[in-house]
């Protein structure tokens, strides 16, 4: 009888722990124009799962990025968050129920001003009084062989 409970409790706790919400994972940044957009996987796959993006200047700590802090879809627009160009960025992704939450997914860091690929033909670019002052502050960070490339 005693083997029996062992066993049963055994089982109940690993029931407990693999219902547990999983991390988001494969997270990936998109920057064009200065714009960045986060996405990412739900391994999950559970319907009535939240997301809350968390960002930080490298080194600082993580705050929760207000556009995005209770999203139903995969994706966040970090545009408003990445204040300075120049800074590089960490982000990481939580999901979340009613009665649970995952941990935190694995960080990932972004440098706008090195990392963001530049399209003229964008409108908003387009409509731009001060398109060259864009350029320049964009090329700043990257050198002639990935302006090639691009």
């Known amino acids: 009888?005693?083997?029996?409970l062992a066993l049963l409790l055994a089982c109940h706790a690993v029931l407990q722990v693999s219902a547990a919400l999983l991390p988001p994972r494969n997270l990936s940044l998109y920057s064009k124009n200065f714009e960045h957009i986060l996405q990412w996987e739900d391994p999950s796959h559970e319907s009535g799962?939240?997301?809350r993006v968390t960002c930080s200047k490298?080194?600082?700590e993580y705050e929760t990025v207000k556009d995005c802090a209770n999203?139903?879809?995969r994706l966040c627009n970090l545009t408003k968050a990445f204040t300075n160009i120049s800074?590089?960025?960490r982000v990481r992704v939580f999901?979340?129920?009613d009665q649970d939450a995952s941990k935190a997914s694995t960080s990932i860091s972004l440098t706008p001003k090195q990392k963001s690929k530049y399209d003229p033909t964008h409108p908003a670019i387009g409509?731009?009084?001060d398109t060259a002052d864009l350029l320049q502050i964009f090329s700043c960070g990257i050198s002639a062989e990935s302006r090639q490339s691009g």
Not at 1 to 4: E, H, Q, V
């Open 1 to 4: 009888m005693t083997r029996l």
């Open 49 to 51: 799962i939240y997301y």
């Open 58 to 60: 490298m080194y600082a």
């Open 71 to 73: 999203l139903t879809r």
């Open 87 to 89: 800074n590089a960025y």
């Open 95 to 97: 999901s979340f129920t």
């Open 127 to 129: 409509r731009r009084s």
